[in-house]
């Protein structure tokens, strides 16, 4: 399957979370099944590509955020962003659902604690409830510090 | 043991100066090297993350390379910073083929075996993410840990191709080449003595040949000015200089010499029998030089 080149992706980024457009102009956007792909290098026409820079979306009823890319470009976001704090920074990245009344709409949400994008989040407004995107190879051991 | 195991390197008593060194360096544990990435946070902040964690760790001379001497865990890997893809694992013989490659902002850069991505993503935080890096490997679990690792670390330049090194076509010119050719593994015995293969005559002559094959394809989608760093992690002479002469006789390519501020002495003069002329030009990675793994290095460019 091919990697097909659609850069109107850049849109979700900058309604959504307000990302402005000279940053998401870094990266051509690239579709192949239910993924979009982000690149930022020069153009190569080259056969036999597994990966394409870096999984940004994936398709769906809804298009979702990926946590990789939001490390990348969520520091940009001056929308539908949510700071936690320590305590529920860590119980975030255990991939735990936290109930907490915050200013953004709900969807998906680039979630941070101070400097750190920490990921993805999905936050259902009506319940004041955040649910943890972060995929479980990035979550937070017990015994990690 | 392991001393059973050590056995197998004195037959490179005689081309490994201070060899009894080298061998006392190798009943070891090799301390764990690491290197930030600048893409996502500045070194003296992730550092100071770090050293407020319980980490006591020693910068390398000047180099974005860091020895933990000292940590709260019993990986490294187990921090949050970790997870958010603040740093690399890598020792400081790893990262001395990137170093020689030079990697500049805008280039086009092949990597012809980058699993799991050590080297391909360093080459992508020194160009800051600009130019393209074609990275290649042949295995699918392999490229899983070199996706896995890409994400991670917020690499955007990387287009990772599942090809054999040794014949595919990549599509064009690079103005750099990285073959860190897969090899006898020797380099990497302090990491791993339990699981220590190694090679005998007919393996290191197996991946010499493969190694040659890989070499002859490197120059095939090299740029007339461009250059290529042959790497590997291991001594064996048929595997390092030998397929090195092979490209200055055949392939009509000449050795640079390079400077690196990584301790190293030269490269092996003569082997069973072989001359290398350009030995000197050679770029060999003890462990007991800097408490590291081992690695070669040579520089080609086209005649």
């Known amino acids: ?145 | 043991m392991e001393e059973e195991k050590l056995k197998y390197f004195e037959k490179y008593r005689e081309i490994i100066r201070d060899f009894d060194n080298f061998l006392e360096t190798l009943k070891t544990p090799q301390p764990y090297w690491f290197r930030v990435n600048t893409l996502k946070i500045q070194e003296e902040k992730l550092i100071e993350r770090l050293e407020t964690k319980g980490f006591r760790v020693e910068r390398f001379r000047g180099l974005n390379a860091y020895r933990i001497l000292e940590m709260p865990v019993k990986h490294p890997g187990a921090t949050v910073e970790y997870s958010l893809g603040y740093y690399y694992i890598q020792d400081l013989s790893s990262m001395a083929p990137v170093l020689a490659l030079d990697p500049q902002p805008g280039e086009r850069i092949l990597d012809m075996a980058a699993a799991p991505g050590s080297k391909s993503t360093m080459i992508a935080e020194l160009m800051n993410n600009s130019g393209t890096i074609v990275a290649n490997d042949i295995s699918v679990d392999r490229i899983k840990s070199l996706a896995a690792n890409i994400e991670r670390l917020g690499i955007t330049n990387i287009i990772v191709t599942k090809k054999d090194a040794r014949n595919a076509n990549f599509d064009g010119k690079f103005d750099k080449i990285l073959l860190d050719a897969p090899c006898s593994g020797e380099g990497t015995f302090r990491k791993n003595p339990w699981g220590f293969q190694g090679a005998d005559e007919k393996g290191h002559s197996i991946l010499g040949r493969q190694q040659k094959m890989m070499l002859r394809n490197a120059v095939r989608h090299l740029s007339e000015d461009g250059i290529i760093v042959y790497s590997t992690c291991t001594y064996s002479p048929i595997e390092n200089e030998s397929v090195v002469k092979y490209g200055v006789e055949n392939l009509n390519l000449k050795v640079l010499k390079i400077e690196l501020s990584i301790p190293h002495l030269e490269g092996v003069k003569e082997w069973d029998g072989e001359k290398y002329e350009m030995y000197e030009k050679c770029i060999r990675i003890y462990p007991h030089l800097v408490d590291t793994g081992g690695m070669f290095i040579a520089v080609l460019a086209k005649q």
């Open chain 1, 1 to 145: 399957m091919q990697f097909l080149q659609n850069n109107s992706y850049r849109i979700y980024f900058i309604e959504r979370f307000g990302i402005p457009e000279h940053v998401l102009n870094t990266y051509t956007f690239w579709e192949r099944g239910r993924k979009v792909w982000a690149f930022s290098g020069e153009l190569w026409d080259i056969n036999g590509v597994e990966v394409f820079g870096i999984k940004a979306l994936t398709k769906g009823r809804d298009l979702k955020p990926s946590t990789a890319f939001l490390r990348i470009v969520g520091k940009y976001a001056k929308k539908n962003v949510i700071f936690l704090d320590d305590n529920n920074t860590l119980a975030f990245l255990r991939g735990r659902e936290l109930n907490i009344d915050y200013p953004a709409d709900g969807g998906y949400v680039v979630v941070r604690r101070k400097d750190d994008v920490l990921g993805c989040g999905f936050y259902v407004k009506k319940e004041k409830r955040l649910i943890s995107l972060i995929p479980s190879k990035y979550r937070l051991q017990e015994t990690w510090v």
